[in-house]
C-alpha cells in the first residue's frame, strides 16, 4: 500500500509556478488535472526527503530553498485519507526532464485558476497567494469528485455552489470569501417576515446586521438570508437561515414562493472590495412571530424591528434609513400581496456600483 503521506510542491520563477498536467497515466486519480509536483513518502523519508526526491524525479530539478507552507488533509468517501505537506519553492539548479506522470509547464499565477484544477486546490493556491502564514487546511470529497467540506485551522468554511448565468450549478464549489472577492454567481435565500394589519397595511420585519459582518455592517436588511451551502437546495436553505438568525423554528411549507431575484453590486468594505453577484429565491413568511420571543445569532444581527411597509419604502428612497435592500426585490412584497399574483418567470435583477 502507498504512504497515506504526500507532498506537493509548487516551484516559483518570474510569477509563474511549474505545474503538472497529469495526462500519462490512466487510472490516475488526478488524470487531466493540473498540480505542482510531488508525491507519496517512502518508508523513513522526511517531509523534506521526501520532497527533494519527488522534484528530483518528476523535473530533474534540485531544489536549494524552499518553504514549508502547510498540512492539508484529504477526505473522500472512496479512498483512505490522505496528509498532503505543502511546499513553495524559488531556488533551484538544473534543467527540466521529462516526466513520466505527464506534462510540465511554467504557467503565470494569474492564469492558474484557468487550468483544469481540483476546486479545493483552488483554496491552498489562494493561501499561498496571500502569503497565509502555515496553515493546517482539511478538504473532504464525494465519490464524484466534487467538494463538500473544508475546515481552515479548525475552523469550518462555507463553501457555495458556482453558477451558470440561468443560476444552475457548474459543478464547481468555492470558499466564500473567494467567491466575493471575485464576484461568482452564486445561490442565497431571501425570507421577509410580514403581518398584515387590520388597518389594511403591512408591517414588515427588518434585520439590522452585526457590526462585525464583512459587508454592509450596522444597515438595516431582509428579515432573514443567508447563502446556500453547496449541495443544498433553497427550501433547506431558507429552513437552515431563519432558524439560525432568527431562532424561528419554520417548515419548507411556512414560506411562499414569490420569484427570484439577480443582484449585483460591489464596495469596498474592511479595505477589500467586495464583490456580490448572486441569484436568490426569496419567500414570504407570514406566520405570527413575537419579537421578544426571537433568539438571534448575535454574530449575524444585532437587532430587529417590525416597520410599516410604505416607511421602509420611503426610507430606502431617500435613503435616511441605512439598509442594504435591493428596492425592486422589496416592491415584490406588495405585487406578492395582490389576489391575482403568479410568481412563475418572475426574476428581477438589480445592479450596483457604489
Known sequence: MKSPMTTLCYIEQDD????????????????????????HFEPGESPEECLLREVKEETGLTLFAYRFRGIVTFCSEDAPTEYMCLYTADAFEGSLTSCDEGTLQWIEKD????????????????LLRREVPFFSLKLSYKKDGTWYRAALDGKELELFDICKPDGTPTGHVKERSMVHRSGDF??????WVIRRREDGGVDVLLQKRSKKKDSYPGHYDISSAGHMHAGDSYEVSAVREIGEELGIAAKPEDFRFIGFHEGYFEKEFWGEMFVDHEISAVYLYEKPVKIEELDLQESEVEEVIFMDYEEILQGIKENSLPNCIYPEEFGLIKKALEPDFNPEGIRIKEKYFI
Open 186 to 191: 452564486h445561490r442565497t435565500v431571501h425570507m
Open 16 to 39: 509563474r509556478y511549474l505545474m503538472l498536467h497529469r495526462v500519462s497515466k490512466e487510472n490516475d486519480i488526478n488524470k487531466d488535472k493540473w498540480i505542482g509536483v510531488g508525491g
Open 111 to 126: 492564469k492558474i485558476e484557468s487550468l483544469n484544477l481540483w476546486d479545493g486546490d483552488v483554496l491552498f493556491l489562494d
